[in-house]
């Protein structure tokens, strides 16, 4: 039984690092210059992912539901050519990308380079590459920053979740409401100074591989104009999206990217 003596040890030792824990996950880019609080084992953190993804995709070959998608496979090589821009051990991550066959709105990249899509993410609000662009370059910026450790890092400073942190490493970020999501660790954060750091070098990302950007504005308007026709979006339970946010976007667009 983890005891509150033991909880207690462990959140001084936690606190103790703190002088060697904070730092900037990328070099450049939106939100490179914030602090993040990185304490939970990268190494650790990094296996459990990629172990979370390796589960993801077999389940999903064995249910028949793993398809070659010709459009996500081209976006996604031309936004993961440009991440050595922003963290440079990036590039030598095991990029993995792989689309899944379900009705869903959405896709992830979990830490070290391994994405998922789900094929909702284009059929439904059929999405251009430059929409695809806006969605896969949110997730990849997601895994750039390191969000998931971050999440997982603040919740072992304030004592929270430790035990599930140590023993599970992705804690509650897991939660997604698609039959095969729901049953592995996917790392979508949701608070909204992630999201909107995400969704910011998302933009710098698809821009900087040729995409135009308002290809991030127009998707999260479908994606919004989905959810009013009705249509659950599970990806909005941890991707909280508005018309503030997009006008977030709309504004970052047009201080850095007007002609």
Known sequence: MFDFKMKSLC???????LLTGCVSSTIDGMGSKRKQIMLYSEKEYLQQSTQSYNNIITTA???????NNAQVNRVAKRLIAQVPHYRADAANW??????????EINAF????????????SITKINATDDELAALIGHEIAHALRDHGREKVSKKLLTGLG?????????????????????DYGVNLPGSRKLESEADLLGVDIMVRAGYNPQGAVSFWNKVVAQ???????????????????IVAIQEYINQNYRK
Request: charge should be positive; glycine fraction near 14%; proline fraction near 1%.
């Open 11 to 17: 959140v001084l030792a936690v606190a103790g690092s």
């Open 61 to 67: 070959k064995q249910r028949g539901l793993i398809v």
């Open 94 to 103: 095991n990029w993995e990308v792989n689309t899944i066959r379900d009705n």
């Open 109 to 120: 990249c979990l830490s070290g380079g391994k994405i998922g899509v789900l094929t909702g």
């Open 162 to 182: 430790v035990l599930a942190a140590s023993s599970a490493g992705l804690g509650d970020m897991v939660v997604s409401g698609t039959s095969l999501l729901g």
């Open 227 to 245: 959810e009013k026709q009705g249509t659950k979006i599970d990806f909005l339970s941890t991707h909280p999206t508005s018309e503030k946010r």
